[in-house]
């Protein structure tokens, strides 16, 4: 059938030449953007077969396209003069702009909404035949390529495809670029141009959240589990290893160490789906005493906050030798942690007031908030307490051995100060994210792409060697089967659930915790649904220790 006319008012058309027909080649649909004074509907009114309400694109999404040497872009990669996004424009919803994305706000108006739903979405990895990576490419780029056929899911999150009948492809200067932080480190994969390696396009963005707070608890439970035992008339228990003394040069405790191992192993997971060919990392210093005074300055660097004073002594003559929560006086004052040792609060000495016996007891470990109904007293006891350093001596511990670890691999590493960081963000008007700190890490001229949201990734570890599971009060309260593999299952699977009938009808995804009954549950985004039959549960992705967010 031969195609309409293009008409004067219309926004895009689809012309396919009579040689195209012949050899039956697709058309490759060319998209301008609406005229004003011209609506969407109007446009669709008059072109039937034209879809105004998918993505456009700058090129066709088909198949056989995808195969011919010269297109580039069936990974979103390409380059030279050929690429039609080259240089310094950037490609939202199919409208080139010429101007840097610095804000996650639209600013074009009709096509705000599309470009909302689009900005969400990062590129996705891409394997050829071979597993070797290539380019990343677009999300709509993936679909059509799926849908054809003419590729395969390799891992669901991230989302990664494999190519079945390509192997190589024109690759361009990727980098992984890290903001380490103590409890969650900003990924940001960014594609730099050729001729401006300061300019830059986001490719994805991915947060990782350490749980190196839960090892320290684990490893501290151990510990009173093993002191209480020596005390017990219980069977003796022969050393399995002797692990005192040794080499201690470059000793890092288990929960700083899982934080250098698991971003060195999503730096090797991004390298296995991507071409990096450099990395780029935060490396901090921070001054703790410069942190708690501001005003610090020469010699008072050699004077801590207990210069001439003995602990005991010093908070004596701070609190007047009177209790911090009734003033009473010429009574036994006890040392009482504003935030309780058992809820994580540090013996520094801004954590720490005199307390009588009969208050030291009262508020055993409440809230001072709690505790506390006086505004002006509570004003008063939380006014002298600062913020903890944990953070900034997890990172200035870590910082080197960062970098080391990282340049293991072979590839170039830059590392940067967050000041550069800091002024790189502010400069382009991006919000303070790990996220988008690591995309600012270097030397960064323009951005391009940054109003995407992150893969979130919690680490949640393998499983625990621990069968028994206990009480706040340590008693126990149930144990773990010794079989972790459940009808083809084991607690941490992505899985989705299909309940067709009953309470817990419809759809369930999440991670799973498995029963030897076969009763199952599932964690979603909206909570926990418990008692799920394992008939109505299919596999996703097998669970590699961690919980994924996905945008």
């Known amino acids: 059938m031969k195609p309409k006319a293009k008409s004067s008012t219309a926004g895009a058309t689809q012309v396919a030449t009579a040689t195209d ?72 919803s199919g409208v080139e702009q010429s101007t840097p994305v ?44 799926l849908k054809s056929g003419s590729a395969v899911i390799h891992r669901q999150f991230p989302l990664v495809i494999r190519l079945k009948h390509r192997s190589i492809g024109v690759a361009q200067p990727v980098l992984i670029k890290l903001d380490p932080g103590a409890r969650t480190t900003g990924f940001a994969l960014v594609r730099a141009e050729e001729t401006k390696p300061k300019v830059q396009h986001v490719l994805t963005l991915a947060e990782l959240t350490h749980r190196g707070e839960q090892i320290r608890d684990a490893l501290t439970q151990r510990a009173s589990f ?19 003394g040794g080499d201690k040069t470059g000793w890092l405790p288990p929960s700083l160490r899982h934080r250098l191992e698991t971003t060195a192993s999503f730096v090797a997971r991004f390298r296995r789906w991507a071409p990096v060919t450099h990395l780029a990392v935060e490396s901090n210093r921070f001054d703790t005493q410069l942190l708690q005074n501001p005003e610090i300055t020469g010699v008072e660097y050699q004077y801590g906050t207990l210069a001439g004073y003995e602990v005991r ?36 000495v801004s954590n ?42 997890a990172v200035n511990a870590t910082r080197h051995a960062l970098v080391a670890l990282l340049k293991s691999p072979g590839l170039p590493v830059e590392t940067a100060t967050g000041g550069l960081t800091k002024y790189n963000r502010t400069r382009l008007g991006l919000p303070k994210t790990h996220a988008l700190d690591a995309a600012c890490v270097g030397q960064v001229d323009q951005l391009f792409g940054a109003n995407q949201v992150p893969l979130g990734i919690k680490c949640m570890g ?67 649904v418990q008692g799920i039959a394992h008939r109505f549960c299919a596999l996703v992705q097998r669970a590699d220790g961690y919980a994924y967010s996905p945008a």
């Open 102 to 145: 610095t804000s996650v706000r639209s600013r074009d108006g009709e096509f705000a909404g599309r470009k909302a739903s689009f900005s969400k979405q990062g590129r996705v990895f891409v394997l050829g035949k071979g597993k070797k990576p290539l380019m990343p490419c677009h999300p709509a780029r993936a679909r059509a390529l």
């Open 462 to 528: 393998r499983g625990s060697h621990q069968r028994t599971r206990l009480t706040a009060d340590g008693f126990p309260r149930g144990y773990l089967t010794r079989q972790k593999n459940h009808f083809g299952f084991r607690t941490g699977d992505l899985v989705r659930a299909c309940v067709p009938a009953g309470a817990k009808q419809g759809t369930h995804a999440g991670r799973v915790a498995v029963r030897a009954s076969g009763s199952f549950n599932v964690q979603t985004r909206l909570g926990v």
């Open 352 to 393: 720490l007031v005199l307390a009588c016996i009969r208050c030291n007891q009262a508020k055993d470990k409440l809230d001072v908030r709690d505790f506390v109904k006086d505004p002006v007293r509570l004003g008063a006891i939380l006014a002298q307490t600062k913020k903890s350093l944990a953070g900034a001596a």
């Open 313 to 348: 002594e010093y908070l004596l003559e701070r609190g007047q030798r009177r209790c911090a929560y009734c003033d009473a006086k010429n009574v036994p004052l006890n040392l009482d942690h504003v935030v309780a040792d058992g809820c994580g609060g540090s013996s520094r």
């Open 21 to 92: 027909r012949a050899q039956g080649s697709p058309a490759k649909p060319t998209f301008t953007r609406l005229s004003a004074g011209v609506s969407r509907h109007t446009v669709a009114s008059k072109f039937k077969n034209t879809n105004l309400g998918m993505l456009h694109q700058s090129q066709a999404l088909k198949a056989s396209a995808a195969d011919k040497a010269r297109d580039r872009s069936e990974t979103g990669g390409g380059g030279g003069a050929s690429r039609t996004l080259a240089g310094n424009r950037v490609e939202v």
């Open 226 to 244: 093993r002191r209480s035992r020596r005390g017990r008339t219980t069977r003796y228990r022969a050393p399995r290893f002797n692990n005192r």
